[in-house]
């Protein structure tokens, strides 16, 4: 594949996508680079499993001491267990990742994220999310991408697009954001008490440089004239869903809005709603296509 990069300029710092490089053997591979932090994330499938009813996709962060022009000082000279920072990365990438599959499949996916260069300034875990988004369109898995992540900060009254480790640890918010080109998909937060209209803005800020973050990744496919693979439309059997939609989806809605409430009590009404529905299933023919379908 020839090398290509795409550019895009937030707040003065460039965020490079390039392809075509390395890992050519990974069935999709994206270096994501921002100032001198760069991570080489790459993407591979195999065939699907049988007997399996859940997608086996593994979502990996490596992060290495020579990223940041450091040698292991034990005497193995080894890298030791990974950090809590780069499960937390893992966890990061799964999450927006994982709904975007279709429910169908169950091939083996994985996805690698490397970390190769750490620049203090630039913290490498958004740069992860969208470098998966990049390797799964390139390695051409079914995906109803792409997708892309930034972090946002807020230094006084003024919203930082993709902070610095210092930054972050002086600001009111630490927000990250991920989204598709349909809208938001993930959002995780930790801040002091803010406003809720501070914390919707804060999104929509996010959100807007994750447009810019998509359309590069669109325009990168477009240069290197691959086209991204639709997932199939499989009909599935709607019955139990439907019937669960009626039986128990505004019940369940109804509690998750009662804030007033505890969360053991919350819980133990959602329990209730459980119970009701299981006993009215049991009560349903053998051979009724609802209870097949739990069974």
Request: charged share 25%; with cysteine.
């Amino acid at each position: 594949m020839q090398g290509q990069t795409q550019s895009i300029s937030f707040d003065g710092r460039e965020i490079r996508l390039t392809t075509g490089r390395f890992a050519p053997q990974a069935g999709g591979s994206v270096m994501v680079e921002c100032g001198d932090t760069a991570v080489l994330v790459t993407a591979t499938r195999s065939g699907g499993r049988e007997g399996i009813d859940f997608l086996p996709l593994i979502c990996d962060y490596e992060e290495r001491l020579y990223a940041a022009g450091r040698i292991p000082g034990s005497f193995f000279r080894r890298e030791a267990r990974p950090p809590e920072r780069a499960i937390l990365t893992c966890r990061l990438i799964d999450r927006p990742m994982r709904p975007l599959f279709p429910s169908w499949m169950r091939d083996d996916i994985q996805i690698v994220a490397t970390c190769l260069s750490l620049d203090e300034r630039v913290p490498p875990d958004v740069l992860a999310v969208t470098g998966a988004s990049m390797a799964t369109l390139l390695a051409k898995i079914p995906f109803y991408g792409p997708m892309a992540a930034v972090r946002v900060g807020l230094l006084g009254d003024d919203f930082v697009l993709n902070p610095s480790f210092r930054e972050i640890e002086r600001s009111e918010l630490d927000l990250v954001v991920a989204g598709t080109p349909s809208g938001v998909i993930m959002v995780e937060a930790g801040a002091n008490q803010l406003p809720e209209q501070d914390v919707i803005e804060a999104i929509d800020f996010g959100y807007e440089a994750v447009g810019e973050l998509i359309k590069a990744q669109q325009n990168l496919l477009k240069d290197l004239g691959i086209e991204q693979v639709v997932p199939e439309a499989k009909t599935d059997d709607a019955t139990l869903p439907t019937f669960l939609e009626k039986e128990c989806a505004k019940g369940i809605g109804d509690v998750l809005k009662q804030f007033s409430q505890t969360k053991t009590e919350r819980d133990e009404k959602l329990d209730a709603i459980k119970a009701q529905v299981s006993e009215k299933i049991a009560t349903l023919k053998d051979d009724d296509a609802i209870k097949v379908a739990v069974s």
